[in-house]
């Protein structure tokens, strides 16, 4: 007899019990007879193959679950003796359930129930983590952008001054300029030449 296993499933195996549990329901069987066909081929309990499938699985599959139970309708539809075999099934499991004695042995172990139990907090505590990290750049971000802000108000401030100090400078400038110009005329009159009768250069003062 061999040794129910209680590690922690893997991926393929979650899929092997995906494709087992939609294929029975696609037949009309029911996810009994798939766990049972599971837990055989993974050395696993049913019970186990169940708590999986309902506390996990399942939620990754609820499309898949809804397109095997229409198709499961359609298959009803062509061939009319589905029906009535579906439904022995169905009531003979029915009463398979209900027998003391199976469940006493397909019950869940405390360790299973251990191993869920862990999984689901170590997802929860790595969710909180990502939410502080998610936290912290947000906190970080805004600081970043009110420095900025500040850094480029003042930057824009430095740029006015400097632009009105260049126009202060060019207005002297302007103004030197001027100055320097009547000063010029004052001590240096202008000078020009004009052509005389005889066609010679000679000099006059304005």
Known sequence: MSIARQD??????????????????????????????????????????????????????KSGIELAKKQRKEQVVIDPDVERDSSAVVENNTIEQ?????????????????????????????????????????????????????ENALLKDNLKAVEEDYRALMQIMERARKLSVQEDEKTNPKVSFQMDKNGNLERVNK
């Open 98 to 150: 209900k027998t003391p004695q199976q469940e006493e042995n397909e019950s869940i172990t405390l360790q299973e129930v251990i191993l869920y139990l862990t999984k689901m907090d170590e997802f929860f505590q790595l969710d909180n983590k990502e939410k502080e990290r998610i936290s912290e750049r947000s906190l970080f971000l805004e600081r970043e952008n009110v420095r900025l802000k500040e």
């Open 8 to 61: 922690a499933w893997t991926h393929d195996e979650d899929l092997l019990l995906a494709e087992v549990v939609l294929r029975h329901i696609r037949e009309g069987s029911t996810q009994l007879k798939a766990f049972e066909e599971v837990g055989k081929q993974l050395s696993r309990t049913s019970a186990a193959c169940g708590f999986r499938w309902n506390s996990f699985v399942r939620k990754q599959y």
